[in-house]
């Protein structure tokens, strides 16, 4: 499978615990995206990188999140001391710039839970 | 105002009907516009791109686009119980960066 991979499917956690979440891209795109979608509601920006650099982060981002990519491959999504706001569906692309433009292809997803 | 707006629906249309679905951006200088299909409790599929006014056809999907309204819209011909889904518009923003914004997407129901 060649599709973008995210690691895991669910997770459940208690408030105020941590988790990470690791995104493997399509392995020719250079730029990795994180979203969080809630129900009814459509993804919403958190970062992303083009290879190992971030370029941008939503100002609505928390320092409670972290995200990095350290060899321009793989990604981590980290969320400190979590609150039952996090609970969402965490949602990694990653995209190539082809003839067309940029075009973004999503993985399953994470579906966070916090009690 | 939302960057991306579109109604959340529901819009129901009988089998064989034309849906059309719609979305307005407030970014005058957005350059790059993409319709995305999500199934309940799965991750949203590009279906349709387009970057410049008029239309674009795939198949029975049809993208409309018109910078000067800022408006994009999608038609989908034919319509078929398998197209029931969220549609989500999403627009590239004319400041140098990647990321797309999406609007909150427009449930569509095909009724047999």
């Known amino acids: 499978d060649t599709g973008v991979s995210q690691d895991p499917r669910h997770k459940i956690t208690k408030r105020g615990q941590n988790v990470t979440f690791r995104c493997d891209p399509i392995?020719?795109?250079?730029?990795l995206y994180w979203y969080r979608q809630t129900l009814g509601q459509g993804p919403e920006f958190l970062t992303y990188f083009q290879n190992e650099a971030q370029l941008e982060k939503s100002r609505l981002l928390s320092d409670r999140f972290s995200a990095e990519r350290p060899k321009g491959s793989f990604s981590t999504l980290e969320i400190q001391r979590t609150e039952q706001g996090d609970s969402a569906m965490y949602l990694c692309?990653?995209?190539?710039?082809?003839?067309?433009?940029?075009?973004?292809?999503f993985g399953s997803g994470t579906q966070l839970s916090v009690l | 105002q939302k960057e991306v707006e579109q109604n959340s629906g529901p819009l129901s249309v009988p089998e064989g009907a034309i849906a059309s679905l719609n979305c307005t951006y407030s970014d005058r200088g957005s350059q790059s516009f993409f319709w995305y299909r999500q199934y309940s409790g799965k991750s949203p599929e590009l279906i349709m791109s387009i970057y410049s006014n008029g239309d674009k056809e795939d198949g029975r999907f049809t993208a409309q686009l018109n910078k000067a309204s800022q408006y994009v819209s999608l038609l989908i011909r034919d319509s078929q119980p398998s197209d029931s889904a969220t549609y989500l518009c999403?627009?590239?923003?004319?400041?140098?960066?990647?990321?797309?914004?999406f609007g909150q997407g427009t449930t569509l129901q095909v009724k047999p």
């Open positions: 692309a990653s995209s190539f710039r082809g003839t067309e433009g940029e075009k973004l292809f």
């Open positions: 392995s020719e795109h250079n730029r």
């Open positions: 999403a627009v590239k923003g004319s400041s140098n960066t990647g990321k797309l914004i």
